[in-house]
């Protein structure tokens, strides 16, 4: 039998619970999977027994219990996936195939400041939590619309130093967006901007975040989102386009974390 | 009993009818890890062109009911890349290895040709993407125009020896000139069908889904429209039929055997159950075995 790099298995659903009115999380019971995940892979999921669900979900790992043997993920209602996922009850079947894509390199790195904005931030707890075992210093930086979307603040306390939070509205924190917010903190100050930037967040905040990385010669890190059919490299269908437009990398076995000047974000 | 699952197509035999659809097999390695390949009757490789393709723009992919709409735009590394890295593994494989070429002119079809040729070994014949939906020139135009369809066979057909399958767009007013026409040209098997034009639009944005606005709708919605011409040709033609669209289940692989089909493809359901294939391999041998069919070329054309 050839050793497999990527699981192809069957897991239950072991918790479920709400984070707010469209945030909630996914925990499955899947020792070998949580074993081999890293911070930035993926895992394309797929609700047994659910036929109007043709594709598998892809979706960031957001905590690994590797010790325990449970993976969560953190889900944000945005289309029929993630609202017929959010129906499921404890002891329900998913099939999972992962762990997938390149993650984080942070091998290297002292000082890290984490940006996201809205369910950017499912990839980013994990990759905080394992920097701050590796005695990386962690600052967060967050975006939401507004208040009521807000999550994640208390499993981030325990691995950050430092946790901003901006809304767009204003009703909590920083009023604007996480960009923003990252320009007043790291203004005058060396020791920040001396650190690497890892983010996850929608296009519109990338590209304004990678435009501010290249001003204050900071390094980055982006995990981006595409849609795809396979998750492996085979339908070719999730083009992230190259610095220089001259061709694509595929978000799913290049990426889905690619280094700030590697690629354009896409209009 | 013993059961045989071996079918024969004119000049290409299969130890079993499940093949692997082009374009969503990659070129065979990337299953590797979950998929046995010499289980498999053969493989089916993405499209290769002249030169390497980049693709076209995003979004390439989106679900819809019933299915997916693709527009790729046959992305691959070119016939002379496909040669040199991709050849040596699927040269270490015991299925049969089909390389599907696709092309924008009549001599671009004919150049990858006569350069997959003059490769060494390793190739057990050819699928002649004539359907692509998704590249401005060349497939979708030429498939559609039975006379093309014919040229371009003929021109093919005097290139090689090795079996020339030709792949049929469901996209026309009737397939059963198509099929026709690729008979002429001197075609050894037909394959029906590429997939649908389709389009997805954002109502939200008021734009549509795709990056190239329309794409090719696979999926299982496709099963019986995917039937209906599979039963035409075999009602048309006196070529061998591999049938694809939308084949999920073992039930399914046997409705195209009944239809007409002397072997099948397994396109979309790769993506999401990246070991189907094998699994119906599996499945099928049961099913002869517990129906006691001796040669499951029984069943193929057996509707009564």
Redesign the interface.
């Known amino acids: 039998m050839r050793e497999p790099g990527k699981l192809l298995c069957e897991a239950a659903v072991i918790d479920i619970k709400w984070l707010n009115d469209s945030y909630y999380t996914l925990r499955f019971h899947s020792p070998e999977m949580a074993l081999r995940s890293s911070p930035g892979q993926f895992v394309n999921l797929k609700l047994s027994n659910v036929k109007d669900l043709l594709l598998r979900r892809p979706m960031s790992i957001y905590r690994c219990g590797k010790k325990e043997g449970w993976l969560e993920f953190l889900l944000k209602i945005v289309g029929r996936g993630t609202r017929t996922f959010s129906h499921v009850q404890p002891g329900d079947e998913f099939g999972l195939l992962g762990p997938l894509g390149r993650g984080f390199d942070f091998d290297d790195v002292n000082d890290a400041i984490l940006v996201v904005g809205g369910i950017g931030i499912a990839p980013l707890v994990f990759l905080a939590e394992e920097m701050h075992a590796r005695n990386v210093n962690v600052r967060f930086v967050q975006g939401f619309v507004s208040q009521s979307e807000m999550c994640c603040a208390e499993e981030l306390t325990p691995f950050v130093e430092e946790l901003q939070i901006a809304t767009d509205d204003g009703s909590y924190g920083f009023h604007g967006d996480v960009v923003g917010l990252l320009r007043e903190l790291i203004r005058g100050k060396a020791d920040l901007t001396g650190a690497e930037i890892f983010a996850c967040g929608p296009n519109v905040m990338m590209r304004s975040l990678a435009e501010l990385c290249v001003q204050e010669n900071m390094k980055a890190q982006f995990s981006v989102e595409a849609h795809m059919a396979c998750g492996f490299g085979v339908c070719v269908g999730c083009p992230v386009p190259l610095h220089n437009r001259s061709g694509y990398y595929l978000a799913c076995t290049d990426g889905p974390v690619f280094r700030l000047g590697d690629i354009d974000f896409a209009d | 009993m013993q059961t045989s699952l071996a079918v024969r197509l004119g000049k290409l035999e299969l130890k079993n009818p499940i093949l692997t659809a082009s374009?969503?097999?990659?070129y065979g390695q990337?299953?590797?890890?979950?998929v046995d390949l010499n289980r498999l009757g053969g493989i089916i490789t993405k499209s290769v062109t002249r030169n390497a393709r980049?693709?076209?723009?995003?979004?390439?992919?989106?679900?819809v009911?019933?299915?997916?709409l693709?527009s790729?735009g046959l992305?691959n590394v070119g016939v002379e890349s496909f040669i040199s890295d991709k050849m040596p593994f699927l040269r270490t494989l015991q299925c049969r290895k089909i390389v599907n070429i696709a092309g924008e002119s009549l001599e671009e079809f004919a150049e990858v040709l006569t350069k997959l040729e003059e490769s060494p070994e390793g190739i057990d014949g050819y699928e002649v993407n004539l359907s692509c939906p998704n590249v401005e020139e060349g497939g979708r135009t030429f498939g559609k125009d039975p006379k093309q369809v014919f040229l371009i066979t003929q021109a093919l057909r005097k290139i090689t020896d090795r079996p020339l399958i030709v792949k049929l767009t469901p996209d026309c007013s009737d397939i059963g000139q198509l099929g026709l026409a690729a008979q002429e040209g001197g075609a050894d098997i037909l394959s029906a069908i590429n997939t649908f034009v389709g389009m997805a639009i954002d109502s939200r944005k008021r734009k549509p889904v795709l990056g190239t606005v329309t794409g090719g709708f696979s999926?299982?919605a496709l099963k019986s429209l995917a039937l209906a011409k599979v039963y035409e040709l075999g009602q048309t033609v006196s070529l061998p039929i591999i049938g694809i669209g939308g084949i999920f289940t073992l039930t399914d692989v046997i409705e195209f055997l009944l239809a007409g089909a002397s072997a099948v493809q397994i396109g979309?359901a790769?993506?999401?159950?990246?070991?189907i294939s094998e699994r119906l391999v599996d499945q099928l041998e049961g099913y002869c075995q517990e129906n006691s069919i001796a040669s499951v070329s029984e069943l193929v054309g057996a509707l009564e």
């Open positions: 374009g969503t097999f990659g990337e299953f590797d890890e979950f980049i693709g076209n723009p995003p979004h390439r992919i989106v679900e009911p019933g299915g997916l693709n790729i992305a999926g299982p979309t790769n993506y999401i159950e990246p070991r």
